[in-house]
């Protein structure tokens, strides 16, 4: 039997088997060669798909615009101020409503709670686009784009510099765990990842052969990286944090010398981006010959575009 996805809904990796994951990593390489081949076989012809941002976004929203668009899907846009969302209706009657006229639901937001509400509720197919807690929708990203780099996942050390607690570290973390790379985090103890989701990764690890550590010596951490990856030190809701977080982050920020302390030429350097160059990451390494940044907002539209054809389409 094939991955079939389905109806499916995409909140977190935890819900989704490394048979599964690879899969929409492997759709997602043949529908961006296709593409550039000229090929659109609109998979989404005459669906509609609600796109609500309570937070800000460049890649995402214009990723899951043009993937709908490309599809053949009418893409429509919700932003915060545009709809009643958990305010004068409750989360559970906006999901039922745009259950009843469109065919699939994106969601950036503050909780996670939200997005699993409205997959309860809407009775279509939800994609989380960013919560508070995880990104599941980027991990995709950055294994298409590590895929197209390396050839492979497996066993592959990753070293994620910076914020070890926030969206981005514990989804990476969830993926890693799940496809069987060697996650490491270097980032101060005051922003080590919850243990209960290091205990969860930590048996999906077991399962995977891959392995998790977490450390503050961030010199020791990026000792025989294969990809170091980082993320901005405030997170979107948190920007009244940034003070602190510079005094707790400085040593983490990714430059040359800690691309150098490798002990590697070919390390790669990963960002989701929006990036603050200068603060986590430096112009130098950004813009540097290791840095595969671009491809992994390219790849954002292609992975994007696989989850809705996997969940909602006619393959
Ligand atoms: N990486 C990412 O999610 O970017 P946006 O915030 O621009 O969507
Ligand atoms: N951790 C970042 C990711 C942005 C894509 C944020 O939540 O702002």
Do not use: F
């Given at each position: 039997m094939g991955v079939n996805l389905k109806g499916r809904s995409f909140l977190t990796l935890k819900d989704y088997t490394p048979e599964e994951i690879?899969?929409?990593?492997?759709?997602?390489?043949?529908l961006k060669e296709k593409k550039k081949r000229g090929i659109f076989e609109k998979h989404l012809l005459n669906k509609n798909v609600a796109l609500i941002f309570e937070k800000p976004s460049t890649r995402t929203r214009c990723a899951f615009t043009v993937g709908a668009a490309d599809e053949g899907a009418h893409p429509e846009y919700l932003g915060k101020n545009d709809i009643q969302l958990g305010h004068k209706e409750t989360v559970e009657d906006t999901a039922r409503v745009l259950g009843r006229m469109f065919d699939g639901i994106e969601f950036r937001g503050f909780s996670q709670q939200t997005v699993e509400t409205l997959?309860?509720?809407?009775?279509?197919?939800?994609?989380n686009g960013?919560?508070?807690e995880d990104h599941?929708?980027?991990?995709?990203?950055d294994f298409m784009t590590i895929k197209e780099h390396f050839g492979y996942l497996k066993g592959l050390t990753f070293v994620y510099v910076g914020d070890g607690r926030n969206n981005m570290s514990n989804a990476l973390m969830i993926g890693c765990a799940k496809?069987?790379?060697?996650?490491?985090?270097?980032?101060?103890?005051?922003l080590y990842p919850e243990?209960?989701?290091?205990?969860?990764?930590?048996e999906y690890a077991k399962e995977s052969q891959g392995s998790i550590q977490v450390i503050s010596d961030v010199k020791v951490a990026v000792k025989n990286a294969d990809i170091i990856y980082t993320d901005v030190w405030a997170s979107m809701g948190e920007e009244d944090k940034m003070q602190e977080r510079v005094q707790l982050l400085s040593p983490y920020q990714v430059n040359e010398a800690l691309m150098e302390a490798t002990g590697k030429a070919d390390t790669i350097f990963m960002h989701c981006l929006p990036a603050v160059r200068g603060y986590e990451v430096t112009h130098e390494v950004l813009e540097g010959s290791q840095s595969v940044v671009f491809d992994e907002?390219?790849?954002?539209?292609?992975?994007i575009k696989a989850v809705m054809v996997a969940t909602l389409g006619d393959l």
């Open positions: 690879e899969y929409l990593v492997d759709l997602a390489i043949e997959a309860k509720y809407s009775g279509v197919p939800v994609w960013l919560t508070d599941p929708t980027q991990v995709l990203a496809m069987g790379l060697h996650y490491v985090i270097a980032a101060p103890e005051a243990e209960e989701l290091l205990n969860t990764c930590r907002a390219e790849n954002r539209m292609h992975t």
